[in-house]
């Protein structure tokens, strides 16, 4: 069954971000004049307004900072109800970046503030898509198999 | 010292609340400009500013500005506002008192479409949607709030039950207003609302505003005008407004800052400008969308420290009777949640200070203020003080 769920109308100023989650980078604008991590990006850094920022691969490490259980999703997500949204911060600093997502390989009961999170990434199946998700941080690494599946199942070209 | 009385609504008008399939936002929008202005006793040919709250349907590409402009009998009109309801009719009085315009009404309708999740249909295909929206994590407005709840529980010691004392209170006041949509089915407990069924936890059912179809306008004009108005004119003391955008994508850590956002910003300046102090205020409406809204109202309005909106709920300020009864209609959780209720909360303010209100009155109320926000929470916020004569 095709993924039904919405997926990102790429812009091409967002292109560097969503061919890193391709790559398993999660990639975050960073202002090369402060430093400042900015999340969301924007087209200038929000501490000092410079235009000069560059994507900048981030640990994946993350805690949950806040999270809900679902039980009436809309659209497709309604078939997986219960199922879980965090907002998770992650480990880098300065300006703290809050990134909403979902889990992966987490029983929903299991969540807490403050539990330990690391980024994972999924290649949509016959889509031109790479998505994020967050799985517990001590959760085994997918193995070399599932990788080169994943891979595989990339359409050839990425618009 | 309060402000100068300069301008007054002169008018409110809600349509029948509730599923009304038979009906268009257009003719909702309509019929509450025309009420309001019958409510003021002013002709509707007199109106010459609009705020309509939402977008025009009617020829895409235009402005609901223009559209209205041309619907209401092609006049060139002298305000077009837009945005939230209690920060822009701040403004329509402002207008009102420097000669930009003389009758302003503020409107808006909605019929026949859902904000909730099952106003969204799964489709055969994944949707395309921009970037970084919620939506690719199944996430909605409701999801957004309970991030709020559970983060502000988390940091305050604050449980479900203490949320759930918002939903019993607006429900008792429900209860009292024949027009609200939830009163006819009685008073309601905590427990009611901790049982009723999970949305987004920690948000259940009980903690969620309604989803339901219906319109209403508001009439401010000059104080001249106001005193020849077929009703008891409700002045406009002053507002303000404040926006601090996040889209529903991210926030920044803490999210509960002592020095609070948009809500703090504009209540601290209309409170200013009005001249009138919190003890001061004898009715409220807050915007309530969510019960962990009405709490965090509380707390960034200025009413109780940060940390204890649940507090003083529970202490009973709130209820009617109470120190400052709030949502006295049944608010958004229990009256009616059409589309975008922003004027809804200014709506019953007035209609306590012209002492309208029935079973549900507030003895003696004379000043009353309104919030409206919404957007991701501090995405806009506006505040209007008012006042009976
Ligand atoms: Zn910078």
Redesign the interface.
């Known amino acids: 069954m095709s993924y039904r769920k919405p997926l990102p109308q790429i812009e091409p100023a967002n292109q560097t971000f969503w061919d890193g989650l391709a790559q398993g980078e999660f990639r975050v604008p960073r202002c090369t004049n402060c430093g400042h991590y900015n999340w969301v990006p924007f087209p200038a850094c929000r501490s000092c307004l410079s235009e000069d920022q560059e994507w900048t691969a981030v640990s994946g490490e993350a805690t949950v900072w806040s999270f809900s259980v679902v039980h009436r999703g809309p659209g497709a997500f309604d078939d997986d109800v219960p199922y879980a949204v965090v907002l998770a911060k992650l480990a880098e600093e300065p300006r703290g970046c809050i990134v909403i997502g979902n889990t992966v390989g987490i029983d929903p009961a299991d969540l807490y503030i403050g539990m330990p999170l690391r980024i994972v990434y999924e290649a949509i199946e016959g889509e031109d898509v790479t998505v994020f998700r967050f799985a517990a941080a001590d959760a085994a690494q997918p193995d070399d198999a599932d990788a080169a599946l994943s891979v595989e199942n990339q359409p050839a070209t990425v618009a | 010292m309060p402000r100068p009385k300069q301008a007054a609504i002169a008018g409110v008008y809600t349509t029948k609340q509730g599923k009304l399939p038979d009906r268009t936002s257009f003719s909702l929008q309509l019929e509450a400009i025309k009420g309001a202005c019958d409510d003021a006793g002013i002709p509707v040919e007199e109106v010459d500013g609009i705020i309509p709250l939402s977008m025009s349907d009617h020829l895409p590409g235009t402005t609901a500005t223009q559209f209205w402009a041309a619907q209401l009998g092609e006049r060139p009109l002298g305000l077009m506002e837009t945005g939230g309801a209690s920060g822009a009719l701040a403004k329509a009085a402002l207008a009102i008192e420097n000669g930009m315009c003389e009758v302003v009404v503020l409107f808006y309708g909605k019929a026949g479409s859902r904000v909730?999740?099952?106003?969204?249909?799964?489709?055969?295909?994944?949707?395309?949607?921009?970037?970084?929206?919620?939506?690719?994590?199944?996430?909605?407005m409701?999801?957004w709030y309970?991030?709020?709840a559970?983060?502000y529980m988390?940091e305050f010691g604050v449980t479900h039950a203490d949320l759930a004392e918002v939903a019993v209170f607006t429900r008792h006041h429900a209860t009292l207003n024949p027009d609200s949509i939830m009163g006819r089915k009685g008073e309601i407990t905590v427990q009611d609302v901790l049982d009723s069924?999970?949305?987004?936890?920690?948000?259940n059912l009980l903690d969620c505003s309604l989803d339901n179809d219906g319109g209403y306008a508001i009439v401010m004009t000059s104080a001249e005008r106001a005193r020849s108005a077929r009703t008891k004119p409700v002045w406009v003391l002053g507002g303000a407004e404040s926006t601090y955008t996040d889209?529903y994508?991210?926030?920044?850590?803490p999210w509960f800052p002592e020095e609070g956002k948009a809500v703090r910003r504009a209540a601290d300046r209309a409170f200013e400008i009005s001249g009138i102090g919190r003890d001061e205020i004898d009715v409220a409406g807050l915007y309530d969308c969510f019960t962990i809204t009405t709490i965090r109202d509380l707390e960034e309005m200025g009413f109780c420290k940060l940390g204890e909106g649940a507090e003083y709920v529970k202490e009973g300020h709130c209820r009617l009777g109470g120190s400052m009864p709030t949502n006295t209609d049944g608010g958004l959780l229990s009256n009616s949640h059409a589309g975008d209720p922003a004027g809804m909360h200014t709506i019953e303010v007035v209609r306590q200070l012209r002492g309208e209100c029935g079973e549900r009155q507030v003895p003696g109320a004379r000043i009353g203020v309104s919030l409206q926000q919404g957007w991701a929470v501090h995405g806009m916020a506006g505040v209007l003080v008012m006042a009976a004569d």
Do not use: K, M
């Open positions: 909730g999740p099952r106003g969204t249909a799964a489709t055969d295909r994944a949707p395309r949607v921009p970037d970084w929206s919620f939506y690719q994590s199944g996430a909605y409701t999801t309970a991030l709020w559970q983060r988390h069924r999970p949305i987004c936890e920690p948000l889209f994508t991210t926030i920044n850590d």
